[in-house]
């Protein structure tokens, strides 16, 4: 598969190569919760360890791209009113699925708390004492959250740099300069607190050590047009040498927990490939192709109830991996009942 430069012998309008752009971040979205299934559905293994935390950052790499490409291109005459509706949108958009998922777990929690062998804090005063946690996204900063709930820290954090996110851009303003300063210093702040965090212990899922790909995106969206100028044989480089990483990063995984931090870092590379992929408006094809966007449009509805299926220990172990796929079929319903009837217009078409 050759990813060449936005500019070739037969150029793509600019709107056929944002479509075909989209579609490959839905694709790679859908990849990215494929490593997380896989992390968790087989997490009793013990040999899956890190790759979930790869898709995780996949996965936010690509909300910070769709975070900057809303502000810049929404139609408003102030800055308030970008912000404003800027978080409506996002609020209408994931709220009512998560409403729903943390109300339709609540009996749950109270049924299934006896069963055996499950984490700590799976009991149902646990389950209470999370909920208002995870319904105002905090749930990131509490260390002891209950397990049916606790795989909301990613949600948690994408909240809370949604609700930054529209401030970075007024401070940003409007000027090429200001932007590289501003959003330059930014990434290199938070790309740095992601690294000192395995030497600084505590806090792994905290905001300011996780969200370092979502800077990472919002940047690089910004800097799209740069970034098209890329020669299309670098870019097919590019595109292959992260692919590798990521192939290696799953062959790392299965020598155990001591790989986990080899993992994360070369599974950190497929955020080029990923990159590539969208600038060049080149999304996979076939059936591959359609099943990773079917799964990257329903993947938070997925990644919801994931985790009930898996980690939380209601299944046994050996049906864990079933559980998995079990859990893209209830998200898939989750998302038509909770998801799509607050998309916007051309998102549900």
Request: charged share 15%; glycine share 10%; hydrophobic share 50%.
């Amino acid at each position: 598969m050759k990813i060449p430069a936005a500019a070739s012998a037969t150029p793509v309008p600019a709107s056929e190569m944002d479509r075909l752009g989209s579609i490959a971040l839905d694709q790679w979205r859908g990849l990215a919760l494929v490593l997380v299934l896989i992390s968790h559905g087989f997490f009793f293994t013990d040999r899956v360890n890190g790759i979930g935390r790869v898709g995780v950052n996949l996965f936010f790499f690509i909300s910070g791209i769709l975070v900057f490409r809303s502000l810049s291109r929404a139609r408003v005459k102030t800055d308030w009113e970008r912000t404003r509706t800027y978080w409506w949108r996002r609020l209408r958009r994931l709220y009512p699925a998560l409403i729903a998922y943390v109300l339709a777990m609540l009996p749950l929690a109270w049924l299934l708390q006896h069963r055996p062998n499950l984490p700590p804090a799976s009991d149902f005063g646990s389950y209470l004492k999370t909920m208002p946690l995870a319904l105002v996204s905090a749930i990131n900063y509490y260390g002891n959250s209950s397990w049916s709930l606790g795989h909301l820290w990613s949600v948690s954090c994408e909240m809370q740099f949604y609700l930054l996110a529209p401030l970075i851009f007024i401070v940003g303003g409007t000027t090429e300069r200001r932007r590289n300063l501003v959003f330059g210093i930014l990434l290199v702040v938070l790309a740095g607190l992601g690294m000192a965090q395995p030497f600084v212990g505590a806090g792994k899922y905290h905001f300011e050590f996780a969200v370092w790909p979502m800077m990472l995106g919002f940047f690089c969206e910004h800097g799209r047009d740069w970034f098209r100028r890329i020669p299309g044989s670098l870019m097919t480089l590019i595109f292959w040498s992260g692919i590798g990483a990521g192939g290696l990063s799953l062959l790392l995984m299965l020598f155990g927990m001591e790989m986990k931090p080899l993992v994360v870092a070369t599974g950190a590379l497929l955020l080029a490939p990923c990159l590539m992929a969208y600038l060049s408006g080149r999304p996979l094809p076939g059936i591959s192709g359609r099943w990773l966007k079917w799964l990257g449009e329903r993947t938070y509805s997925i990644y919801l109830w994931q985790q009930p299926f898996t980690l939380c220990n209601f299944l046994p172990n050996v049906l864990q991996p079933a559980g998995a796929l079990v859990s893209v079929a209830v998200g898939g319903v989750w998302f038509h009942l909770f998801e799509r009837p607050f998309l916007s217009a051309s998102r549900r078409k």
